[in-house]
């Protein structure tokens, strides 16, 4: 099969299920083997030395975590790709493989919890210089970029008041100095992004949010330059933070209406945002499908949707946000976001909820912040949803 000139709704049904299946089957089977057994010695060693294409041991590789590997590969456009156990796992497996005693990275302030953590508290341990940028400071990063890096790390939109990056002009100066380059495109997935086009080596996703889209199943994907995922895999096979094949097969499962539950979240998103943005009590909307977002002329340029995350803010404080996410129906009041089921809850208490009160305004996150993760429900179901709700704050 050509995937080459074929869109991305098609190339999420169809990509990686080409690998053959015994028996005719048209679905990947999920292949629960730890361990793949030879006839003959030399085969054996042939697969084990590279020589040949094989499986050996789960650790490293397994049929149906390759499925999934060949699905994200077409989809970001990449070289190679290699799968995690969660997206932290993808996310601190490529950081520790490029990342040496000595080097600095170059990153921002608002990325992931987690992978904050990861810049904050370990990697200084290892003596790598971490500095963290203002997010939406495009000078101060390049700035930092001249001084040199061994990884620019960057994510757009951002968690949790969806701020954007320019991509293709941090990633050229990035380039400029040697340094490489990754993106965690999580927020936007391959449908409204594609980190690789805009010249990034390397797009990392929890695959736990969208790819995956129904919040029942948890993996992490590395896709991009050959060279370097080849790295992070051979680390990966060593320290097992590996997929296992049952939920690679959810993830791939989850994969193929990928395209549409995307484009039914971009739609969502933005009409909730639209009404949001007129509601008397709703102080500020960010969502970068809005004229008014900041971001909005960047958002328009590198993506083709503006995902399915937006966050608001109400009149009055946190007494406020719980009358109104007390008193919403179709909405899990919980963490996590890109499922088919609608998610809502304060960053203070969820993403933030180990930083101060100072910290969060550092951040731009005012106390009354929601986050709003729309899913595929009917919008106008959402919108009379969040109507009556805000009616009792
Ligand atoms: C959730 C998330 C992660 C971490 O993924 P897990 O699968 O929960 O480990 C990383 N980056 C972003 C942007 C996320 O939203």
């Not at 993830?251 to 998103?269: D, H, P, S």
């Not at 180990?354 to 996150?365: A, D, F, N, P, Y």
């Amino acid at each position: 099969m050509d995937f080459s000139k074929i869109k991305s709704g098609t190339a999420a049904v169809w990509a990686g299920e080409t690998i053959h299946f015994s028996e005719g089957a048209t679905t990947a089977p999920v292949v629960n083997s730890v361990t793949f057994a030879y006839d003959d010695i030399d085969e054996w060693f042939d697969v084990a030395t590279g020589k040949r294409k094989g499986h050996i041991y789960s650790r490293n590789t397994n049929p149906t975590v390759e499925v999934l590997e060949e699905k994200i590969r077409i989809l970001e456009n990449a070289e190679a790709a290699t799968a995690f156990a969660t997206g932290m796992a993808a996310i601190s497996n490529t950081l520790f493989s490029l990342l040496s005693y000595g080097d600095r990275v170059v990153s921002i302030k608002d990325s992931y919890g987690g992978t904050s953590k990861i810049f904050l508290d370990h990697l200084p341990r290892f003596n790598v210089d971490v500095q963290l940028c203002e997010t939406s400071d495009h000078e101060q990063l390049e700035e930092e970029i001249k001084k040199g890096c061994t990884v620019l790390y960057l994510e757009s939109p951002t968690n949790p008041t969806l701020k954007i990056l320019d991509l293709k002009r941090l990633i050229r100066s990035a380039q400029k100095t040697g340094a490489i380059t990754v993106v965690d495109n999580t927020f936007a997935t391959p449908i409204n992004q594609n980190p690789i086009s805009l010249g990034t080596d390397l797009v990392v996703h929890s695959a736990t949010k969208f790819l995956g889209g129904h919040s029942d199943v948890m993996g992490g994907l590395v896709c991009g330059r050959n060279d370097l995922v080849n790295r992070i895999f051979q680390f990966r096979e060593i320290n097992g933070a590996s997929l296992h094949a049952s939920s690679a097969y959810m993830i791939t499962r989850g994969m193929k209406t990928l395209e549409l539950r995307v484009l039914r979240q971009n739609q969502n998103a933005l009409r909730i945002a639209r009404f949001l943005q007129d509601h008397p009590k709703v102080t500020d909307v960010f969502y970068p499908g809005l004229e008014s977002h900041p971001g909005h002329t960047i958002a328009k340029k590198q993506m083709s949707g503006f995902g399915g995350v937006l966050s608001f803010s109400l009149q009055g404080g946190f007494d406020e946000v719980k009358r109104l996410l007390n008193n919403l129906q179709f909405v899990h009041l919980a963490a996590s976001l890109g499922s088919v089921s609608t998610l809502a809850g304060p960053p203070k208490t969820t993403s933030h909820v180990e930083m101060s009160e100072t910290q969060r305004k550092q951040l731009g996150i005012p106390e009354s912040l929601i986050r709003y993760s729309a899913g595929i429900e009917n919008a106008e179901d959402l919108i009379d949803d969040l109507d009556s709700a805000l009616a009792s704050v």
